[in-house]
């Protein structure tokens, strides 16, 4: 049942696997683990009644709530600590975000079944490192969650506690002030954490499939380390620009809609507190910075997952051309009967003229691994011919791999593009308001 793979991926586990267990041992046990379904955040598809009950929960909790709080407990009549002036945009910014999300994991749920979405069905058939990479990485992933909305949900739940308890008569309430103050304070209090809880679970499923597509690229990077033919290094790196491709397909509305409400959402926020007459200290505009930093922070996973995969699947040109112009030294050399036929990094070869000498050989680069370093690579006799070679290096020069959002990659370059645009906005609007230029 859909339930179940939902539950399956989003819940943590109850115990460990040991590395031994099989991909199919491990599978059936996370079936069996989570059965019960997916409560927390009402996202069940597996019978029409449970959807019905996942899109009530969503309107109730993202829209019905934030309006009833925004017109009935805006306080404009309380004292200026209990006042709440920028609840307005803080209600719709939550809201649209949350709506962005919601409508996209549904989306993937109906559309796909979160196995297919998250790229299970097919991981029996990659290599033993990578699937219990991903499943370990699929457990933190849960955590991670945790690290992110538990912080948010305890800040906001200190300010509406203290800001329902310290209000008194302030605050409108119906027959029982303490009973309706209560249940009231549970009810935002829950709208609060639902909203958040599916902003952070889209951008950390992204976030997910981003890292089984780096576990794939570093194990395709071993084949240079051996004897491969050419059509099977092309057809494996075909497989992960496709998956990258897919990946691209799915998230780009998400992304794209997700930049722009932030954006506007920030700008909006900069306006409105750096009016003549606005009132901003933590009791006011407390819950707009936390808000502002949920988006800030969702936006900011998603961007620095692409930008991470997308550094990894350009590297394979840089280790492509280092292979082939290793493979080329070595073989004039066996010609020229200069050196040994072996590996050029064998302690045979240490003196080789090849062999870097580096002088800081102790300390370690930033972000070294398989596909990123400049170790050379080893070459073996029978190496592929020098036009082979030749050929797969233009292939990957000319068909770069990585997250695209509607044919804009999403690099290091773009990801600068997008800060010097911002921050010229910002400046622009803070000369507008407060005389700064």
Not at 258 to 267: A, D, E, G, R, Y
Not at 399 to 427: E, P
Request: net charge neutral.
């Amino acid at each position: 049942m859909e339930a179940e793979v939902i539950t399956e991926i989003l819940l943590p586990k109850k115990k460990s696997i040991s590395a031994g267990d099989s991909f199919h041992e491990l599978n059936s046990f996370e079936l069996k683990s989570y059965g019960s379904g997916l409560k927390w955040v009402f996202l069940d598809y597996s019978t029409f009644w449970r959807a019905g009950l996942s899109w009530s929960v969503f309107f109730l909790l993202n829209v019905g709530v934030p309006i009833v709080s925004h017109f009935v407990f805006s306080c404009s009549d309380c004292d200026p600590s209990h006042q709440r002036p920028y609840d307005g945009v803080v209600q719709v910014s939550l809201s649209l975000f949350a709506t962005i999300s919601f409508v996209s994991i549904s989306t993937f749920a109906r559309k796909y079944g979160l196995r297919r979405f998250l790229f299970l069905d097919k991981l029996s058939d990659d290599h033993e490192k990578v699937r219990l990479g991903y499943t370990d990485q699929l457990h933190k992933s849960m955590r991670l969650l945790s690290a992110f909305v538990l912080p948010c949900f305890f800040a906001d739940s200190v300010y509406k506690i203290w800001w329902f308890t310290s209000g008194g008569n302030q605050i409108p309430y119906l027959y029982n002030i303490y009973l309706s103050k209560t249940i009231v304070c549970v009810l935002l209090l829950c709208s609060w954490l639902y909203r958040i809880s599916i902003c952070f679970l889209v951008c950390i499923l992204f976030r997910l499939t981003c890292f089984l597509q780096l576990l794939r690229l570093d194990e395709f990077a071993q084949v240079f380390e051996g004897e491969s033919d050419v059509a099977s290094i092309l057809l494996e790196h075909l497989r992960i620009r496709r998956n990258l491709r897919v990946i691209s397909h799915r998230f780009r509305l998400f992304i794209l809609s997700t930049l722009i409400l932030v954006t506007i959402s920030q700008f909006v926020s900069l306006l409105v507190t750096t009016e003549p007459r606005s009132k901003v200290n933590l009791a006011t505009a407390g819950e707009l910075a936390l808000c502002s930093i949920t988006l800030v922070t969702g936006l900011l996973i998603c961007l620095r997952s692409a930008a991470k995969i997308t550094h990894k699947a350009q590297s394979v040109t840089s280790l492509a051309a280092k292979w082939h112009a290793c493979a080329t030294i070595n073989s004039f050399d066996e010609l020229e009967e200069e050196t040994p036929r072996a590996p050029i990094l064998s302690s045979a070869n240490a003196g080789n003229s090849v062999a870097p000498n580096w002088d800081f050989d102790d300390e370690e680069g930033d972000g070294d691994d398989a596909l990123d370093n400049t170790n050379l690579v080893p070459i073996f006799a029978n190496t592929i011919s020098y036009q082979k070679r030749q050929a797969l290096v233009t292939y990957f020069e000319h068909n770069r791999a990585g997250i695209t959002v509607y044919g804009f990659m999403l690099d290091r370059t773009w990801l600068h593009t997008i800060f010097a645009i911002q921050l010229s906005l910002t400046l622009w609007i803070l000369n507008k308001t407060i005389g700064i230029s």
